[in-house]
């Protein structure tokens, strides 16, 4: 097949790509501020690139229908699944940003850890066995399902594509920023790159693909995490309460480390946190889509199940990595610049352990694993935004639910080069940008307005289209309104003095008002169709209990 062939013809450039460019960016940076490229890093990143080139390969010549392209036919089982979930889940925020949270922050930061591990029991216990019997591909099939109005569709589709778009902003400036400072490339180069091949996973081998992509990501990070957890260990005696120790010494806050009030100052906001996470992780798209991948609801239960024991297990590696790097690399002046900040910026703590402990062989191979990781999360996001677009805007809201499964497809692999490059544009115009700030405006989008309309639908009876449509722009409008009133935009970018919103998530009230508003506007909904949405949940309840073929 032809896309089989551009798959390959791209596997087999794409070497001498990086390398040319990035010993060009060698020759044009000055004697005194070249760094040798990592041979090691590279090798493994081209090693990991040829990998799963040839698994989008095997995987586009098993994708040719709509349930395939989504869903991979539902023929993912569960443990390849939760692995899958795994790699979906712990993105670079978690590798590279929570530990070195926890480095400089201290306690206050687990809570980056408590939040994410919370989220997955409710997915686990309340979400993901209706989640898979009541939808096909989209959380969007799952509200439709009992509201089938085409505005509750749209505007569900149209406020979880704003979630991945903005997720994938993140996602992009980081991976961008990685290999510019790993491999030398420009930065253009670099976004490029890594949309390129977002575009070949997605659009050639569709879920199929992405999965095994995210499999392997999921199981090189795991290995990184392990071999330096493993060294830390080594390297203090397996004596774990000398880690704790060593860091409370060296820490400049010394046993303030060890407590609440480094980072989060005032309760409130120590819940606004956990909130965020909590209900953003519960209504990310691309992750509630990996629930339609496998057979049954039984099975979606076990994904969630694995995936609960294997995210825990890494963020606990993660948690002791944090306090470990603290105790090894906090005083050393070879991973400092001049001014005394860390060398290559505020994310790169666990880089710098991992030369610590293993030198440049350990750092080319956790660099790998964190550009592995960008990429098959950016993966999962560009699939979650192709399907929003073709088959919840165009097939079910534009053409009625009677599109042709061809022309589905099409514009499905249309999308994901749309995505592609809108990627790219918006990688080069948010570089400068706070990216954090983009980050976290996708996650309180998600769980100001996915999460609860989700939650309603699928448990509460007294639910209404009024409830979800007033619910749902209230959310959205809420949201967008107190992060502007927050410390990353009214103070960050206008230069204001103090935030008018105090707090550092807005959750802690949007989430909040984003309920009662869909509770206030369904109770109050009189209407004969009310009535009917009403009487109608039993039945769709007991109907959810058998499932959903594919189609």
């Not at 694993?369 to 809201?397: E, R």
């Amino acid at each position: 097949m032809n896309r089989n062939k551009y798959c390959l013809r791209f596997w087999q450039s794409l070497p001498a790509v990086l390398l040319t460019q990035g010993l060009m960016a060698q020759e044009a940076t000055g004697a005194a501020d070249r760094q040798p490229l990592n041979l090691t890093a590279i090798s493994l990143f081209i090693l990991f690139v040829v990998s799963t080139l040839v698994i989008t390969w095997w995987a586009a010549r098993r994708t040719r229908s709509r349930g395939e392209f989504y869903a991979a036919a539902g023929r993912i089982t569960a443990t390849q699944n939760a692995i899958a979930i795994t790699g979906d889940a712990l993105s670079a925020a978690t590798f590279l940003g929570a530990i070195s949270a926890l480095y400089f922050n201290g306690l206050d930061t687990m809570m980056l850890f408590v939040g994410i591990m919370g989220s997955w029991p409710i997915i686990l216990f309340l979400i993901a066995e209706r989640l898979r019997n009541l939808g096909r591909y989209t959380l969007t099939d799952v509200i439709s399902y009992r509201f089938p109005d085409r505005k509750i569709r749209a505007l569900i589709a149209v406020a979880s594509l704003t979630v991945v778009i903005f997720y994938l902003i993140g996602q992009i400036v980081g991976a961008g920023k990685l290999i510019e400072l790993l491999f030398g490339l420009d930065y253009l180069y670099a976004v490029t790159i890594v949309s390129i091949l977002m575009i070949l996973y997605v659009s050639f081998g569709g879920m199929l693909a992405t999965t095994w992509v995210q499999f392997v990501k999921a199981t090189l990070l795991l290995t990184g995490g392990i071999i330096i957890t493993f060294l830390l260990l080594l390297h203090f005696h397996f004596d774990v309460e000398q880690i704790f120790k060593s860091a409370v010494e060296i820490h400049p806050r010394k046993a303030g480390l060890l407590a609440p009030g480094g980072w989060l100052h005032d309760p409130i906001s120590m819940l606004s946190v956990g909130v965020t996470l909590l209900f953003g992780f519960v209504g990310l798209p691309h992750i509630l889509m990996r629930m339609f991948t496998v057979k049954d609801a039984r099975e979606a239960r076990k994904s969630s199940f694995y995936a609960i024991v294997i995210i825990t297990a890494f963020n606990m590696l993660a948690i002791l990595i944090g306090f470990g790097a603290v105790a090894l690399i906090m005083n050393q002046p070879e991973y400092h610049d001049a001014a005394g900040n860390l060398i290559g910026g505020g994310n790169m703590v666990v880089l710098h352990v991992a030369r610590f402990l293993g030198g440049d062989i350990l750092l080319g191979f956790i660099s790998a694993v964190t550009f592995a990781t960008i990429l098959a999360v950016v993966a999962g996001l560009t699939l979650a935004g192709a399907a929003h677009i073709a088959h919840d805007l165009y097939g079910k809201t534009f053409k009625r639910g009677n599109p042709s499964e061809k022309t589905e497809l099409l514009i499905s692999r249309a999308s994901v080069y749309a995505i592609g490059v809108l990627s790219i544009l918006l990688g080069i115009a948010f570089e400068e940008m706070n990216v954090v700030f983009i980050a976290n405006l996708s996650l309180v989008i998600s769980g100001s307005v996915n999460a609860p309309v989700l939650l309603c639908a699928l448990y509460w009876r007294g639910l209404t289209s009024r409830g979800i449509i007033a619910g749902s722009i209230i959310g959205l409008i809420t949201s967008i309104t107190f992060i502007i009133l927050g410390q990353d935009v009214w103070v960050s970018v206008l230069g204001n003095a103090k935030p008018i919103f105090p707090y550092i998530y807005p959750t802690v009230v949007t989430v909040p008002v984003a309920f009662f508003s869909i509770w206030i506007f369904s109770i109050t909904d009189k209407s004969a169709k009310a009535a009917k949405e009403r009487d109608s949940f039993d039945e769709q309840m007991i109907r959810s209990e058998v499932g959903l073929d594919f189609q």
